[in-house]
């Protein structure tokens, strides 16, 4: 019978030979068969959770601050050169923020050639009014288009969208509220 020397012996031999083995095949191709060192190719690593997202958000971000020096029809009173209230508000916020300067002001077209010579001219004039010394004005289609016709004045009238009821006589106003019962107490729509 071997003694418990032997045993001990014949035992760290096994490791030791088990740990060289070992680190010889990590010097060639990893342990198990896997590199460590290899070249990952593009597009093996998916993205970080929420990088999707945040393009998203980003785009919508970028696309709103352009739209805060847009002018659309509706920001003008009637079919005249005289800006809104909340028209000189936002150009007051614009050109405090710096936004003014860095990109330019664009009046959604009237489809009087006259018209939209004022407007240029009184946007202008609004801007220099705040210091903007050499303002960017010009008549343009935006990217964010305004609505138009009925759907303007559903939205006006805070009816906003519109479901179809089997109990009734058909398309029955639906608030923020939905189906649960209108809108939420003290808003103003």
Do not use: H
């Not at 030979?17 to 990590?26: E, K, M, N, R, V």
């Not at 980003?58 to 696309?63: E, I, L, R």
């Not at 509706?74 to 923020?97: E, L, M, Q, V």
């Not at 305004?146 to 058909?170: D, M, V």
């Amino acid at each position: 019978m071997l003694n418990r020397m032997t045993i001990v012996g014949l035992a760290t031999s096994c490791l030791t030979l088990a740990l060289i083995a070992t680190s010889g095949c990590a010097s060639r191709g990893g342990i198990l068969g896997v590199d460590g060192s290899a070249d990952i190719p593009a597009g093996a690593i998916p993205e970080p959770a929420g990088a999707k997202v945040c393009e998203w958000q980003t785009a919508q971000v970028t696309g709103a601050a352009a739209d805060q020096t847009v002018f659309y029809r509706a920001d003008f009173i009637g079919n005249s050169a005289k800006i809104s209230p909340d028209a000189i508000s936002r150009i007051a916020r614009n050109a405090s923020s710096g936004l003014a300067t860095s990109q330019p002001s664009i009046i959604e077209p009237s489809g009087d050639e006259a018209v939209d010579a004022a407007r240029i001219t009184a946007v202008s004039l609004q801007l220099a009014s705040y210091g903007i010394t050499q303002p960017m004005v010009e008549v343009a289609i935006p990217a964010a288009l305004g609505l138009r016709g009925i759907q303007a004045e559903r939205i006006a009238n805070g009816i906003g969208n519109t479901r179809t009821s089997s109990f009734g006589s058909g398309i029955q106003p639906m608030g923020i509220g939905g189906a649960l019962g209108g809108t939420f107490p003290g808003a103003i729509y």
